[in-house]
């Protein structure tokens, strides 16, 4: 059975469908990616996901539930985590703090414990921290813990964030453009943390511009144009696609006439 | 006990007890803004507070140990009432809201012969001692700052940054917003009883807009890096005026600008200091 | 007695109406709570007082010029206060609270130049007739106040649907960032909308001024209560609906104050409040968004 699973999930806005009847299962196990031009619904079908966009249309199950109306915080208890395409890290709390609040779904410890400071709290704290160590370890942040997040350059806070959502061992992770605004040989040591997350068990379902880092990478991948899922198979067949390729070709075109034409 | 410091306390009684019932103050506007809220509703959960436990006291005769703890009661129900709808909403459905209910609240006092109308209520016993509200003030800080550096303490000051990406980490957001409300309420609802029992009169006037935005320039002064900060500004906010008793006109002006320049030149307030989120 | 009470509803409802319109305006333009509103309220009632009791000014000059003199002040305060905020995206949240903190001052700073009294406008400023319909007396002064909240609504909406700047103004609304495409820049649409705003919260003041002849500095703060239930009753940034919430409150405070209780009426407008904060958060009229955390 799927991991997750989209049955028609749709969301419009004011004149347009940003992601249009999206029927999409996302196996057990794995990298999967999801592409698309610009603008063709990738962040909007992530917050959907995520619980951050109610769909307007459709049902999403996770993980053997229906999590079509359930709220953000809630899918973070069942396993599902996530980073942004434009970086939500919390800048004003230190990288190991950050990284601490990624834990937060598991923290069972009620007021009363945190108060008394409790053994029980103590020791969940004590845990945390050692785990939060550890994902910044996995990351190459380790040396960088006691440092305000802010002050982190743009590609440290970019693994932060990475760091931060697989700290508590998520089912689901969810990454959107983790590669964005890496240099090669960046993107390269992203590449093998990736396949490192996903070998520890963990499923990953990435959206990505990168072809090269997608194709390295994904077991299957998962094409979006003008909200529509139009391929959704095996990296090696979508090249060969023609809608996919028209797609992208589209997009180009698009683009070189808006440059000529300004 | 040295005569010079017995002389000291019994001319400075009423004041060093506003200073601590301030301070109880600016931690209750800490906690609201340190989730990121804005609730101009502390001086109507004060006055609350103050009416009820004088009713309590005064019309049922209860003892002051049953009455302090159940002057939070009244101030939670209304917070309560307010807090469940405009949580759901964006920022300014709380804040406007309770700049609304102390409005109301006023014209309430007044004009209810229960709570002595405009007169307000005379002849409140002194049941509260400064020992109970420095008891008090220190409990609330070291609960906060226990608080602080936990868990919760991460999951507040996340959602202060940015309530989206603490919602992702698994943050039941609203539920802390309400949580923190409520907090707040009681906070100020106790300021309200332990100010009521040591002046022996409270006023309708007492409770309204401008206590209400005097009690943010506290927080806002000192910061809200850590509960201390709050404090430190309710002192200093407490203490200026009676240095510079000429200018008892301008007071308002002065903790009015005080709002103004914190938010543009000084965010943090004066005491910047950040809290370290972890206890271990 | 009933038809008597439904028209002096109407016409505290019609002042509460042209109050709050200017309060949603600035809202729905540029999406801040802006608490020195009410301040324009008392200083378009004071410098009314000023025009006619000093200068010798008749009520027709005085309305316009202390409405316009309103205008002018909250364009320098709003530049004072809010330019920055604007420029850095700040929260909505710290503009809410500079523009308390500066009414704050400014109330305390009015009231510490002027004192606190309760002033009353020359006698005889405007007729003290009345006429009667059907056995429903209209005076002079509420005649003024239905003339001009009638006049000042349609330039309103006129200006809002007829002309380029209100075409503009309304895409602000609707999307922010498309105040650049539009070709108005935001500071500029700030001062125009102060402007206009202010020019709305000065008439009402004078309005309410001439009605229940007593000024005191702290009026505006009174009323910002009763804009509070409108913009939300009517829905935040909803001119429309501000309109309508405006009419509706003041009968509703009216029939309180006639039939149950004169000293109610704030209660029952705030529990009004309450009640649609319940069960219709999006306004009577459902348009204006409800944006979360
Ligand atoms: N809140 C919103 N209101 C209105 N339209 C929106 C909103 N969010 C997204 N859209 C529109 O929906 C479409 C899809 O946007 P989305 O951000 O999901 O695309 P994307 O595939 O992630 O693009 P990119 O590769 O540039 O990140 C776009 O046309 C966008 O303008
Ligand atoms: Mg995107």
Known sequence: MSLLQTEGLTRRYAGL????????????????????????????????????????????RFAGQDITRGKAHRRAALGMARTFQNIRVF????????????????????????????????????????????????????????????????????????????????????????????????????????????????????????????????????????GRLI????PAQARSEPAVVEAYLGARLAEKLRARHG | MPAWLDDFLWTYQNLINTLGVNGLLALSMYVVLAVGQLSLGQAAFMGLGAYSSALMTMKLHLPFFVVLPASCVVPVLFALAIGVPTLRLSGVYLAIATIGLGEVLRTVYLNVDLVGGALGLNGIPERAEAWMIYGLL??????????????????????????????????????????????????????????????????????????????????????IGTPVASVVGAFILTLLPELLRGFSDLRLVFNGLIIVAAVLFLPRGLVALRMRRRAA | MLAQQLV??????????????????????????????????????????????????????????????????????????LTRLRRTKAPELSSLMVTLGGVLALYAGMTAWLGPDIRRLPPGLISADAIEFAGVRVTAAQGLILGATALLVAGLVALMRFTRLGLALRAMAEKPDAAGLMGIDTGRAAALVSFISGCLAGAGGVLIGLNFNAIHPFMGEAMMLRGFVVIILGGLGDIRGALVAGLALGVIETLTAGFVASNLKEAVAFALLVAVLWTRPQGLFGRAAIRRA
């Open chain 1, 17 to 60: 469908v940003a992601v249009d009847a999206v029927t999409l299962a996302v196996p057990q196990g794995g990298v999967h990616a999801v592409i698309g031009p610009n603008g063709a619904g990738k962040t909007t079908f992530f917050n959907m996901l995520s619980g951050l966009v109610p769909p307007s249309e459709g049902t999403m």
């Open chain 1, 91 to 226: 800048t004003e709390m230190t990288v190991l703090e950050n990284v601490l609040t990624g834990l937060h779904a598991g923290m069972a410890c009620g007021l009363a414990g945190v108060v008394l400071r409790l053994s029980g709290f103590r020791r969940a704290e004590r845990a945390a921290v050692v785990a939060s160590r550890a994902a910044l370890d996995a990351v190459g942040l380790a040396d960088h813990a006691d440092a305000l997040s802010g002050s982190l350059s743009y590609g440290d806070q970019r693994r932060l964030e990475i760091a931060r959502a697989m700290v508590a061992k998520p089912r689901l992770l969810l990454l959107d453009e983790p590669a964005a605004g890496m240099n090669p040989a960046e993107t390269e040591s992203l590449a093998g943390l990736v396949r490192r997350i996903a070998d520890g068990g963990t499923t990953v379902l990435l959206v990505e511009h990168d072809m090269g880092f997608v194709m390295g990478l994904s077991d299957s991948v998962s094409v979006l144009n003008f």
């Open chain 1, 231 to 234: 391929y959704s198979g095996t």
């Open chain 2, 138 to 223: 220190v409990v609330a800080i070291a609960a906060l700052w226990l608080i602080g550096r936990s868990h919760v303490g991460r999951a507040m000051e996340a959602m202060r940054q940015d309530p989206v990406a603490a919602s992702v980490m698994g943050v039941d957001v609203q539920r802390y917003q309400l949580g923190a409300l409520l907090a707040s309420a009681v906070l100020a609802g106790i300021a309200g009883c332990l100010s009521a029992h040591q002046s022996s009169f409270i006023g309708p006037n007492e409770y309204g807009f401008e206590p209400a935005v005097t009690i943010l320039s506290f927080a806002l002064l000192g910061g």
């Open chain 3, 8 to 81: 002096n509803g109407v016409l505290l409802g019609a002042t509460y109406a042209l109050f709050a319109l200017g309060f949603t305006l600035m809202f729905g333009v540029l999406r801040v709570i802006n608490l020195t509103y009410g301040f324009y309220f008392s200083a378009g009632a004071f410098l009314a007082l000023f025009l006619t009791r000093n200068l010798g000014f008749g009520v027709w000059a005085a309305l316009p010029l202390a409405a316009i003199g309103a205008g002018v002040l909250a364009v320098v305060i709003d530049a004072a206060l």
